[in-house]
């Protein structure tokens, strides 16, 4: 499992973002590089300073054409490139060895958050909360008390893996966040239990219910909400603090706002 930012070790960070990707959207992840993601190099937001440091990493699986991943690598040094073919059933395998890694080379790292690469986070926030309530096993995202399983389609579950009708409570969708330590016991826990595909639902749900104790902060429908993307100002007006469904266009311009928050203020 190549990992080629070893300097995450002398950086410290407090938190660190594990952006799922696959090896052909280079324009998703140079967008979230050149926005959100610029808090590898400046550790700034809107032209402050993040109170904490941050750093953001691409986690990305096998696909056949992995020598442009490495001369992109080489390039930004801010992938993992991990040895699971890349498929929607391997999803939870890749979230894995993301967090596998953060393990092996982060150990310093206090947070752990889980993101799709179109997805947009308001770091900010997420470091306001994290330093000022108590995170003791708990789990931040899109709660969900429950969820059905289904055994056809894409999101189909085998029933010899997980017989039950439902997941236990979960975070479902592209962001969690964690205490780094809850998210090794994760990884820890899920080598002793039944692979399950639905990589969010067994995750947060499935293997945390085995844990024990995991509690879970739930982000309002107009903090996150799962099936529309955002509008330009939402984050600048404090409504939103992650959403997804946001394209490499729609990404700058958000990012925009936030250096220029006056594009907002006739909202």
Not at 60 to 67: A, H, K, Q, T, V
Not at 125 to 148: A, E, R, W, Y
Not at 162 to 189: D, Q, R, S
Not at 240 to 247: E, F, G, H, L
């Amino acid at each position: 499992m190549p990992a080629t930012r070893g300097q995450c070790e002398s950086d410290h960070p407090f938190l660190i973002f594990l952006v799922l990707s696959v090896t052909k959207n280079v324009e998703l992840r140079n967008a979230v590089r050149h926005t959100w993601g610029s808090i590898n190099k400046t550790n700034t937001w809107g032209g402050k300073l993040l109170q904490k440091p941050v750093r953001v990493i691409f986690v990305i699986g096998l696909s056949g054409n992995d020598s442009s991943l490495l001369r992109e690598s080489r390039m930004y040094g801010d992938i993992v490139h991990v040895s699971v073919k890349e498929n929607y059933y391997n999803l939870t395998y890749k979230v894995l060895m993301g967090i596998r890694w953060v393990y092996e080379f982060c150990r310093h790292v206090e947070f752990v958050a889980k993101v799709d690469e179109d997805t947009f986070p308001d770091v900010p926030v997420f470091l306001d909360i994290l330093t000022s309530v108590s995170m003791t096993n708990t789990i931040i995202g899109p709660f969900f008390p429950v969820g059905k399983v289904f055994r056809e389609g894409k999101y189909a579950v085998s029933d010899s893996l997980y017989p039950a009708p439902v997941f236990p409570p979960h975070c479902k969708g592209n962001f969690y966040l964690m205490p780094k330590y809850l998210a090794v016991k994760i990884l820890k826990t899920a080598q002793h239990l039944p692979y399950g595909n639905m990589e969010d639902a067994h995750l947060t749900g499935v293997v945390a219910h085995a844990i024990g104790g995991v509690r879970y902060r739930g982000l309002t429908e107009k903090q996150y909400n799962a099936y529309f993307p955002p509008s330009l100002c939402e984050y600048i007006s404090g409504t939103k603090i992650v959403a997804q469904n946001v394209d490499p266009v729609m990404a700058k311009e958000i990012w925009r706002r936030f250096n220029e928050p006056s594009l907002c203020s006739g909202s």
